[in-house]
């Protein structure tokens, strides 16, 4: 009795770990990404998150998110920084807005693993809106229009998520329209 229980919880523990490596793909702007890789290397192999991978490896992401085992983002393309020239690029990409830049990213970053359901489902018991802490201490608010989900800021950003659920190692990634940053924040 004792062997034929000991070799079902064997299997059941083998079962778990070959399922824990499996690896999840999704497409993105024609490049893959793995969820068994972390955020940045996903995003750097991609021109269009070029800036937002700067930022990551500016602020020191794996730092910065060291305390939270899983963490999930919201993250923008080059678009969003359309209403910057390159020179202001430059300047916002400092070694000097270090500070402002981690306390900015920490803001759209929630402790744990969210996808687009819980979202939804956040939204659905909040009669219209949700609220998840985010990483910097302030309260990322969802709201639903339609059929869109909106990202609203405490400065009254509203952002639209426009892709979602694609994994990384150590959570979720969501792509928004932009991140509130403006001209003179820099």
Known sequence: MFCLLFTFSVSGQNKYSTSA???????????????NLSIQ?????????SIYSRILELVDFETLTK??????LF?????????????????FLALGNRDYLKNTLSYYIIPGRVDEHAIAKAIERGKGSANFKALGGKNLRFKIEGDTIYLLTGTGSK?????TNFQHSRGFFHLTTDLALSKTQN
């Open 159 to 163: 952002t639209r998520l426009l892709q």
């Open 67 to 72: 305390e939270k085992e899983m963490v999930t």
């Open 75 to 91: 993250v923008v393309p080059n678009e969003a920084f359309s209403h910057m020239t390159e020179e202001e690029i430059e300047v």
């Open 41 to 49: 290397v996903n995003l750097s192999k991609i021109e269009n998150f």
């Open 21 to 35: 490596q499996t690896t999840t793909t999704k497409q993105l702007e024609g490049d893959t990404i793995y969820s």
